[in-house]
């Protein structure tokens, strides 16, 4: 027989994935997001970055590039908390952006100033994860 239980556990975050593809990619002034954007994978479609949650840390961003990055997402991509093994703890598929971890606007944005050493400036100093806990997967 098989039973479904909720248990509460404990866990350290580590990371966030932020997996999406902003709506309008292109070098227009009416793009979000420019094609020479760090991180921007090779068929200019998605952007996929990992956060340090305590310190607001792109891993590999290029030293000395600074960008303010306002993308529309439309309850797309995947975010995903890390712990420190490198296990997934908790993910959100094409729904909302999580905006209490991810600076960002109504669920359907994400904002970003990101200095020259890959530090997101405007990261928050004691992350929400309760966005990841309510249900807010498809």
């Given at each position: 027989m098989k039973a479904t239980f909720l248990i509460e556990k404990e866990f350290d975050v580590k990371y966030v994935i932020i997996d999406v593809e902003p709506r309008y990619i292109g070098d227009s002034d009416d793009d979000d997001m420019p094609t020479d954007f760090p991180m921007l994978d090779e068929s200019k479609k998605c952007w996929k970055v990992?956060?340090?949650?305590?310190?607001?840390?792109?891993?590999?961003?290029?030293?000395g590039?600074?960008?303010?990055?306002?993308?529309?997402?439309?309850?797309?991509?995947?975010?995903?908390?890390i712990d420190s093994n490198g296990e997934v703890i908790a993910e959100i598929h094409n729904g909302?952006?999580?905006?209490?971890?991810?600076p960002g606007s109504y669920g359907?944005?994400?904002?970003?100033?990101?200095?020259g050493d890959g530090v997101i400036t405007n990261w928050p100093?004691?992350?929400?994860?309760?966005?990841f806990?309510?249900?807010?997967?498809?």
């Open positions: 990992k956060v340090d949650v305590e310190t607001g840390v792109i891993y590999g961003w290029p030293k590039d600074v960008r303010n990055l306002h993308i529309k997402v439309c309850d797309m991509g995947t975010y995903s908390l909302y952006v999580p905006n209490g971890v991810i359907d944005y994400i904002e970003l100033n990101i200095d100093s004691s992350p929400d994860f309760s966005g806990q309510h249900g807010n997967d498809d």
